[in-house]
């Protein structure tokens, strides 16, 4: 059993910054792959980022490359999403997942799931 917990979303300006964590617990939190997916009112839930176990690539969505940065915090049991020059069409809730194997972009690969948290740029 995992267990995610997010925090850091907001309110933010167009080109300002949000820091997302998500700290995980449970059995072999090492051996976890992350993502991060994104969902707005009325879209699909999108993966934004992904990122393997212990330091292995990463993935990020063409929209937000150079903009977001997914880490791992071994030592914490935490994935953070750094997100710079926001954007109001980053607005959505955010959501970590975990799934042990390699990192993908496929929502239902991901069996753990944080609680989402809100993301909001206004223009």
């Known amino acids: 059993q995992v267990q995610l917990v997010e925090s850091g979303g907001g309110l933010v300006q167009t080109g300002g910054s949000l820091r997302l964590s998500c700290a995980a617990s449970?059995?072999?939190?090492?051996?976890?792959?992350m993502g991060w997916f994104r969902q707005a009112p009325g879209n699909e839930r999108e993966c934004v980022a992904a990122?393997?176990?212990?330091?292995?690539?990463?993935y990020y969505r063409d929209s937000v490359k150079g903009r977001f940065t997914i880490s791992i915090d071994n030592a914490k049991n935490t994935v953070s999403l750094q997100m710079n020059s926001l954007k109001p069409e980053d607005t959505a809730v955010y959501y970590c997942?975990?799934?042990?194997?390699?990192?993908?972009?496929?929502?239902?690969?991901?069996?753990?799931w944080g609680q989402g948290t809100q993301v909001t740029v206004s223009s």
């Open positions: 997942a975990a799934k042990y194997g390699s990192s993908t972009t496929r929502q239902y690969d991901y069996g753990f």
């Open positions: 990122i393997t176990a212990s330091f292995g690539p990463t």
């Open positions: 449970g059995r072999s939190v090492r051996l976890l792959s």
